[in-house]
């Protein structure tokens, strides 16, 4: 199917689809958090301010990203 | 459960979990299982419904992106899947673990021993949306019950 014709068939009053785009932002969230926090300790940020940017505590961002 | 199964066993589960953490799932779903079968070296799924990995995964992400459109959220050369761990196996949802009991349930009805990929496939056949595999196999354009007759003997 392509895909405008896919998206005009997608409605946005149905719940399939919105618990969908849930699920579709989370591993967003995710990927653009992984980049990120790479970023920031490459460039020198502490787990602190990582946390802290990302309004979590230094160990949740430590248990998820360190090595 | 896993025991009943034929050589299917080794790749199905392997393939299926390949497929959640690609897509940075963090639960092992029907429509991981759907895609997984077509990882199948004897290209049973691929054959009977006229379709490759390819086609299917790329089908799994237009939904993902007409889902996100649906919502207001329009993206446009990023990728969703993020970097994802192999750590510890995932988690199946109930409607995955649905599917082997219904595989189980296929094989006994064909009088079948050992659980085998046609099974699986028989059993993914079934659903219908909201499931997320009945999402993907209507997106591709499958006609189940056509496919689940051509799979019987």
Redesign the interface.
């Known amino acids: 199917?392509v895909?405008n014709e896919?998206?005009a068939s997608?409605?946005?009053d149905?719940?399939?689809?919105?618990l969908?785009?849930v699920?579709?932002?989370q591993?967003?969230a995710?990927?653009v958090e992984?980049r990120y926090v790479a970023l920031a300790r490459a460039q020198g940020w502490s787990w602190e301010q990582i946390g802290d940017a990302l309004g979590v505590s230094r160990q949740s961002v430590h248990a998820k990203h360190g090595k | 459960m896993f025991e009943r199964f034929d050589d299917a066993r080794q790749w199905v589960l392997s393939a299926a979990e390949q497929e959640a953490r690609r897509r940075g799932d963090r639960r092992l779903g029907t429509d991981h299982l759907l895609l997984a079968m077509f990882h199948d070296p004897k290209e049973l799924a691929a054959q009977t419904l006229g379709i490759d990995l390819e086609t299917a995964r790329t089908a799994a992400e237009a939904l993902d992106r007409a889902a996100l459109s649906a919502v207001g959220i329009h993206l446009g050369d990023q990728g969703l899947a993020p970097p994802v761990g192999a750590r510890r196996r995932l988690a199946w949802t109930s409607g995955a673990r649905a599917v082997l009991v219904l595989s189980v349930a296929e094989a006994r009805r064909t009088k079948s021993r050992r659980i085998s990929a046609r099974h699986v496939l028989l059993a993914l056949l079934t659903l219908r949306r909201p499931d997320p595999a009945g999402q993907l196999l209507e997106a591709l354009g499958v006609d189940a019950g056509q496919a689940r007759a051509g799979l019987l003997p």
């Not at chain 1, 149905?14 to 919105?18: L, S």
Request: no cysteine; net charge neutral; charged share 25%.
């Open positions: 199917m895909e896919l998206a997608i409605r946005s149905d719940p399939a689809v919105g969908r785009a699920g579709a932002l591993r967003l995710e990927q992984a």
